[in-house]
Structure formats: C-alpha cells, structure tokens
C-alpha cells in the first residue's frame, strides 16, 4: 500500500505547489479590461449588469458545486481503492443491486439540476429581456470580417478588418484583437446589436458584455448590452468559420455621450449645397476668332 500511496502524495504537493504558484502571480492582481490577461485564469472584468450576474453565478453557484462534486467522487474513489483492492478485500460481495442507493444517486442529481436551474433560468430571463434601446448596431459576419451600420443615426456599413502588426503596436493596441473600424457606442445606453452573416456561421461575442450569438446567413438574432464605462473592449468570432477563422477580431470603443455625437457628426454626409460650393466651376472655353 505504501507503494500505491507515495506517488499519490507527490502529485499531490506537486499539484498544490503549482496552485500556490499561480495564485502568487501578478497576472491575478489586476487582469486587464476588454481582453485577455496573460496567465490569467479567471474570467474577464465585467463591463455591463448582465456580465456581472454571469460572473457571480459561476462563481458562487456553480463552481461550489462542481468542487463539491469532484471531492464527492474523489473521496469515492479513494475509498474504493483503499478498501476493496484484491489484498484487502480478497473475497467481493456478490450482491448487484441496492435499492436505496440507486434511489439516492438518481434523486441527487435531479435535486442539483434542479437548484441551478432557479438562477440559470433568471439569468437567462434577463439576457433575453431587452430593456427599450437608445440605438441598434447591425452587424454582418462574412470571411473574414465584420461590417458595422448604424441605421438609427444613418451610418451606412463599415467593414471592419484586423488592423496591421505594425500599425497596432505602434498604437499600443492588441495584434489580432485591435480592428481598422471599431464599433463605436456611447457609455450608459442601452445598444440592440442585429446580427447575421453572408457566407458562412459566425459569431459575434465581446466576453466584458456578456454577449454571444451566433450570425447566420439568412437569419437575424439580436442581442443587446449596456456597458457601464469607458474604454475599448475587445472579442472574437467564436465559430469556426475557414481557414482564417482567427482574424475576426471585434473591437468596440464606448465613449462619452458628447463623444459619440461627435463621433456621429463626423460621418454625416455633407450637404449638396457644400459639396457643389467646394467644387470648382469650369473653365470657359476660348472664343473663336473671328
């Protein structure tokens, strides 16, 4: 038994000195808002209500739960092992049914089900009750990249592509996450995002709101999101969509209401009068002579 029990030992501390490792890491002190840590193992800061709720459900109802569970079978096992391998046990029981148990280990997971429903269910009651939106964002997944409308202020489509390993470094923004058109949304507002796709599934997720949904071609799904400050917030198609699956980077700025109406007016097409002023009239052509 020594022998079977010694390895166990070691994995053992070697398991709680990684964990102590990790849990001594700068990267849990402060992971970064709207995008992966590095060497972060938990979930992204929230930048909404809704996120907030996901967040807390994980990990106050869940995760409690799942450690239960796994100590449960664990300790199961290791009883088991100790106390029915063939030297200490060398003539088994020959019985094949126990009612009680059977009735146990049936009304127990129904009984768990049944508990994270009740918050599972409310979670998902609010991600899905839109409260009245201030604006909508339509949103079209193609290979490879992303077009953004904005037919409440009259923006027609942008399509927004992976921004170049240069010109993102040289702005200190993430490769592969930072985009050339970001959408862009005020702070505080209520934001209906309609998604869909030309070619193939997408999916259009931004992990700080606590939005996915999937874009399909001749489809429309809605989401929405409110997010509750500043800054840029950063996401990924999460289908796998090709080859270049991967550079499908989404990137949403949420900025102040002055600054997005500015943002807004920037856009607006210029008015004809304007344009026919700032054109220069033509030239007379010569007078033959006579």
Known sequence: MPSLISPIVRKGRLLLGLLLAAAASPAL???????????????????????????????HILLPIITLI???VLFL??????????????????FSHNTPVEI???????????????FSFKLLYGEHDMPQPYMTVKVVGRQWNWDYAYPDQKIAAATSTPMEQSVAEAQHLPYLLAATNPMVVPVGKVVRVEVTAEDVIHSFSVPAFGIKIDA????????????????????QCSQLCGINHSYMPIMVRVVSQPEFDA??????????????????APAAAPVAAQ
């Open 70 to 72: 796994v100590l449960l």
């Open 104 to 118: 146990a280990w049936t009304v127990g997971p129904v009984l768990i089900l049944m508990f994270v429903a009740i």
């Open 77 to 94: 096992l290791v009883v088991i092992i100790v106390r029915y391998n063939k030297r200490a046990n060398p003539t088994p029981a020959r």
């Open 29 to 59: 002190a402060g992971d970064l808002l709207g995008q992966p840590t590095a060497g972060g193992v938990n979930l992204q800061p929230a930048a909404s209500a809704i996120r907030l709720q996901q967040i807390a459900f994980h990990d």
């Open 263 to 280: 943002w807004v007016a920037s856009k607006a097409p210029k008015p004809a009068t304007a344009v026919a002023a700032a054109t220069p």
């Open 216 to 235: 399909v071609p001749g489809r429309l799904n809605e989401t929405w999101f409110k997010a509750d400050q500043t800054g840029t917030f950063y996401g």
